[in-house]
């Protein structure tokens, strides 16, 4: 939750460790998603599996024409993998382990709860103008709202957290007539995912415990309210699917429940600012997205908010193939609610300044001198070291991504100094707007009593004041004393990507993300309870605006089939170039940051130019495909030229040499494809349509060990005014030589060092046996792995060794193959690195293994490699260990 909170760098080192974790926690424990067979149900099922003397509880059942399942929770402890015996029942179809899928994550910039309420006072401060809303402005939503097109009779099914429907600019209320019309709650305010209790579900979607869900319908189809904006759709109807209960994350077969019921409720767009990290389109969720769209309902995921993972971060359910994928791109303006304070410079002028209070606040009427510091000689956490004594001052700590915020206020503190207010060169926004985060082990480290942000504007006031050898006081009262206002601040690195905003491709190099929207810095609803709206950032906060301007679309061009709305907003959209730091480059943001570009909602409406693809995808050099025809269609009444032209983007390195893990942002190389068309230009007659054929060449000179991702834009610009782009992506390398699981070894769990020492062939290892005391501690042996790049298939099987703890003969002749290790094979996994595991002797059947030399063989399939081929996996054999069982 504290991603706005924790500097880039932070985030990445933290990102690592509670990612692993994340992961191969998870699929949940023993629970299963069972798509039944034609004609078949629960209750067949339920016959088959007592047949086959097995057990299980039903978790929650979901019904419509495109999917029919349950899951079900075996105990995980009682049987090994239940996987093959469910495969086998007449009734089953499919079945999928259920994994779990984060609540998304934002960045919040205020809420409600930050003030308690929003003060009475503010109001009158609005500076929203009608029809100026910035996130309408950049994506011409405000252009068709002129033209008096509101998503009139669209509908739209969010599945999401639940929603105020109570509050006015929501409609207040719920059922026919109102904004929100249908929905449905599938779990209950109860915690979610554990394995007691069962959902509650329940016909209302009331939610106020957590705002996500009010804040992506206000997006949509908020009313006109107080502070003077409105939603992108506000003429659509609103159904509200609820799959987060008030604590936790939530689970693959809920939110599959949930779309399916979006779809048997008659949405024509359904959308989801969830997921869960992946990188394969192979998901249940994505097969069911598959089939939602070929019946004609277009689905729009979010991308991510991983940014900081680099490249192949594209999240499930995001990563379908007719999922459509957001990204984020930044508000053009920041909507901040400050607090007034004032200055005075040598003691003479005052001068009033808005601040906002984090935490703590304890600010008591402080008039106190400003202490400056040497901002922008040093580049760490040591920008205090030379400062005197700073009792009595207001310090200006400056965020970096270098220094944890919390961390370089500790430098101040140390120093004396009890009040703080945090501003930012490197952004606008100031991040760390809430100093909430408590201090890890906060007694070994002083800290300030008062913390606020400033603006960068401000910020620089002061700094040059101080250069000019000025006494800067500040004057600061009691937050809770104090006036407030709402304002909104032009935000320089507006209408770029979102730092944070995930990259994509997808691991068999589909283009992700397919289109961005403004999603960093929304003003939207809040519940009423925690102060009625908010401004929070994320590609969930991007993904609700598309699904609203989808709705435009097909309230002025009538029902289109998904992949025809795809085209039309991909066509239409505008490419963005590249913000490095904070600096605009003259060169685009390559596809698999911003896909299409920003979506543009008039153009999508208003073009006669019907383009047949939304994207051309040229894989990677083993699987290239460097053909392609575009065909145009002319729906105007004059005849149409295209100029035809390539603009490539930057091609952008996956890796940067120093590892087989990508690094967070990968170095660009100005190469580009070679993209040869068969005539330089094409007319196309009213009502009729032309094809050009593309011959596409990869760019030359790059290093393939490095994963070279090209890719760029075909352009027709039209002589009827309007330029039309098709985005285009590969690799220039195989994706099959690149590393994509690395450093296996076997460990002892005792050893917490990263990465663990190799135990040496023939180790031997005394375990638990069945009667020792359990609170016995024993050396185990851990498997520990890294998958720098996403792996299809992981494998991993246990043989038993003749020649046991014989150090001069590895690799021991192989004995018997024991099976899979419990709970493999594994599938779909995205990236990550040390994973590690403990054995304990058990096989994946449930019995353990009889005291002896063991060896482990681990398969992983290369990235794109042929599942029937030996040659596709990358296979390693670990030492062979010896186990014995203590007897006590
Ligand atoms: C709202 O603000 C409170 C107080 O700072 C914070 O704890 C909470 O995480 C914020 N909510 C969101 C969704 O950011
Ligand atoms: C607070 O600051 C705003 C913006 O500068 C100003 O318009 C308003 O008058 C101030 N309010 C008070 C009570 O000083
Ligand atoms: C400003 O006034 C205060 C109290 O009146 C005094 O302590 C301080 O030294 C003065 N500062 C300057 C820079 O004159
Ligand atoms: C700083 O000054 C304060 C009083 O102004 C004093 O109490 C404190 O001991 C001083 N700290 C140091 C480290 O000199
Ligand atoms: C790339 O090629 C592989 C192998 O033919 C295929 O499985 C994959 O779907 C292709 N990727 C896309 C996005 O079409
Ligand atoms: C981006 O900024 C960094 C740091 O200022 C610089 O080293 C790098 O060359 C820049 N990249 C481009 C493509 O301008
Ligand atoms: C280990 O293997 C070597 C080579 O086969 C053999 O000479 C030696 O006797 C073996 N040692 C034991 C302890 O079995
Ligand atoms: C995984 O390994 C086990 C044991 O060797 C084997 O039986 C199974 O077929 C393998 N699974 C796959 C999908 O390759
Ligand atoms: C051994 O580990 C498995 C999971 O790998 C677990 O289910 C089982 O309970 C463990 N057995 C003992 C005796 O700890």
Known sequence: MAHGKISPLFVAALGFGALAQALFGDVVPGRYMVEFEEG??????????KFNRLSADLKIATESEVFKGASYQFDPSSVGDPVAALKSLPSVKRVWPVRTLHRPKVQSAWNGTNLDAIPADIKKFITLKDGAFSPHVSTQVDRLHAE?????????????????????????GFGPGFTVTRGYDLLGDEYWPSRDPAPLPDPDPYADCDGHGTHVAGIIAAQKNELGFIGAAPGAEIGMYRVFSCHGGTTEDIVIAGINKAFSDGNDIITASLGGYSGWPEDPLSVVTERINAKGVVTTFAQGNSGEMGPFFTETPANGKDSVAIGSTANTELTRIFSNATYSVDNKTTEPFGWTYGQPAKWTNESLPLYVGEWDTHSSCSEFEKAGNLTGHIVLVREL????????????????ARHVLFWSNDSEATSSVFYSDPPPSADEFKHPIAVGTISRAQAMKFIELAKSGKHVTVKITDPDYST???????????????????????FELDAKPDFSAPGGYILSTWPRAQGGYSVISGTSMATPLAAAIIALIIEARGKLSPSELRSLISTTAKPINLLNGTTPLSDLAPIPQQGAGVIQAWDAVHTTGIVNTNKIILNDTTHFVGDHKVTIKNTGAKEATYIISNKGAPTFYALDGTSSHPPPRGPIT??????????????VAPGQEATVSLSFTPPKDVDAKLLPVYSGYISLDGTNGGELTIPYLGVAASMSEATNIENILIGENTDVEYPRKRVSQGHRFLLPGPDSDPSLLFVQPVFQADLPLGVALFNMTIYSVKNSGNATIHPAPLDQDLGPYPGFPWIWLPRYN???????????????????????????????GDRSKKEGYTTIRTVDIVIDYHKP
Request: glycine fraction near 12%; hydrophobic fraction near 35%.
């Open 670 to 683: 100005r190469r580009y494809a070679n993209v040869s068309f068969s005539q330089s230009s094409i007319t």
């Open 834 to 864: 040390r994973w590690s595991h403990v054995w304990n002797g058990t096989l994946s059947n449930g019995t353990t293994v009889p005291a002896g030399a063991y060896t482990f063989v681990f398969n992983a399939l290369k990235i794109l």
């Open 40 to 49: 078949q149900d629960q209750t067949t099922f339920t016959t088959h599996l």
């Open 484 to 506: 407030h206002y709402l304002d909104t601040i032009p935000y320089v690195e507006g209408g770029y990507m979102n730092e944070w905003s995930s990259w994509g491709p997808t």
């Open 401 to 416: 991504s270098s220094c944890a915020t919390w961390y370089k206020a500790t430098f101040a503190a140390a120093k004396g």
């Open 148 to 172: 008096g097109i509101t998503g009139k009779g669209v509908k739209i099914g969010i599945v999401d957290s639940g929603i105020d429907y109570k509050h006015p600019a929501l409609g207040g």
